[in-house]
């Protein structure tokens, strides 16, 4: 074909080849970006950027030998990976003590905490005189400051001084020795106690604002229909407080699982083995031998395992609401 009978290139064509002419940006396109990137800065700063580092440190032997310069530190590869999860060495047994006393320590503090917010919510519902003192008291230990109500509970769990002792053993007058709540097995039974203490006015708070949402319509003509309270829980409530529960159990989980404070508050460097939470022994592990890279490993295997456990719990709740 000659280049005189070959089609002619229409505008429209050219102007299609040629690409769309951009729009101009509106003015002030940048303010989002620049409000932004305050809080992604500190964010990079105070979590993404020591993540890395804690990661990296965990491939060296980061000891009290390299501490002043992490540059000559040896890379050991997952050498610090295996010391921890051998558990016939003593490095490994101790992890894995702590790791399931960890567990048996979130599944008691989320469990209770929770009952004792949904109770709380659910009798707070309906409008009684007080109901406000009320609920501002039981809101007293999530806004106190967390320190002070944790050494509060250590003075009160000292043997000889302690209010609980002096109110059952000096005023009721039980029977046997003052027991001593801070060491031996009862340290479990002390740290459960403060940390449900901490922890179920966060479930109150949540759930009251759920129950909020709910039309009381719903509540009077199921009455109506007969329902007693327990069915309309069961019924009315758990169903419709499911986003709710599904976030709150979910944070609950994880904030109780890396609880550091009270156990460190409680019992010091010298934790008991029955309150030897994961990441009270990880500090331990790092600051009381100085073997940064061992505790740098396990930490990075307790990110994993909480990681783990939050897609599972995720993904198995999504497929439920599918299914519904």
């Known amino acids: 074909m000659s280049a005189a009978t070959a089609a002619p290139t229409t505008p429209k064509a050219a102007g299609h080849r040629a690409g769309k002419p951009r729009r ?25 950027i020591p993540m890395f580092t804690g990661i990296w440190m965990s491939f060296i032997k980061l000891t009290k030998a390299f501490i002043a310069n992490w540059g000559n530190a040896p890379v050991t590869g997952v050498a610090n990976y295996n010391v921890a999860l051998d558990f016939n060495g003593a490095v490994g047994a101790g992890l894995l003590r702590s790791f399931l006393v960890t567990c048996a320590f979130t599944l008691l503090v989320v469990a209770i905490s929770w009952v004792l917010g949904m109770a709380a919510a659910v009798a707070l519902q309906k409008n009684f005189w007080g109901r406000g003192f009320i609920r501002t008291l039981f809101l007293v230990p999530y806004a106190l400051p967390m320190y002070a109500g944790i050494i509060a509970w250590k003075f009160m769990l000292q043997k000889d001084t302690g ?123 790092s600051f009381l031998t100085w073997n940064f890279g061992s505790g740098a490993a396990m930490s990075v295997l307790l990110l994993l395992f909480l990681l783990l456990v939050s897609g599972i719990y995720l993904i198995v709740l999504n497929r439920r609401s599918h299914r519904a």
């Open 163 to 285: 209010a609980i002792n002096h109110f059952f053993y000096d005023n009721l007058h039980l029977g046997g020795d003052k027991p001593f709540w801070l060491i031996g097995d009862n340290a479990f039974i002390s740290v459960v106690i403060v940390a449900i203490w901490r922890l179920w006015p966060f479930a109150f708070l949540m759930l009251m604002a759920g129950l909020q949402s709910i039309p009381s319509d719903v509540y009077e003509a199921s009455a109506v229909d007969g329902a007693k309270p327990f069915r309309q829980w069961r019924s009315i409530t758990l169903p419709m407080l499911r986003p709710v529960n599904m976030v709150l159990i979910l944070v609950m989980f994880l904030w109780t699982f890396n609880d550091f404070n009270t156990p460190f508050v409680l019992f010091g460097n010298g934790q008991p083995p029955a309150g030897d939470l994961i990441s009270f022994h990880i500090y331990n592990a």
């Open 24 to 48: 101009p940006r509106p003015a002030g396109w940048w303010l989002p970006y620049a409000l932004l990137a305050p809080a992604v800065i500190f964010e990079l700063l105070i979590h993404v």
